[in-house]
Nanobody, 118 residues
């Protein structure tokens, strides 16, 4: 099983990035997919989630209206489009997968660093 994130980097405030998470080794369409982040000295927090089957999404209040999560089941990939980035968005972003029918089965990626700074 692998979740491999990509797309992180350094961006100026107000800029955009698109994160990708490529999954392998499990039945992607069976899993709810999420992005979490962890800033230095802070706890890991949920940023956005997209449910399988329904496609419903939910977001942390701090990113609503700026971030969009989406998934492509044909490509086993989940995306996070991040617009109007702020310095407080600086964090390591992690991809997360949870089995829709066996919620104890979860997988994590190793993370990708996003730095928002001028």
């Amino acid at each position: 099983v692998q979740l491999v994130e990509s797309g992180g980097g350094l961006v100026q405030p107000g800029g955009s990035l698109r994160l990708s998470c490529k999954a392998s080794g499990f039945t992607f369409s069976r899993y709810d997919m999420s992005w979490y982040r962890q800033a230095p000295g802070k706890e890991r927090e949920l940023v956005a989630r997209v449910l399988t089957y329904s496609g419903s999404t939910n977001y942390a209040d701090s990113v609503k209206g700026r971030f969009t999560i989406s998934r492509d089941n044909a490509k086993n990939t989940v995306f996070l489009q991040m617009n109007n980035l702020k310095p407080e968005d600086t964090a390591v972003y992690y991809c997360h997968a949870r089995d829709r029918f066996q919620s104890a089965i979860i997988y994590w990626g190793k993370g990708t660093l996003v730095t928002v700074s001028s």
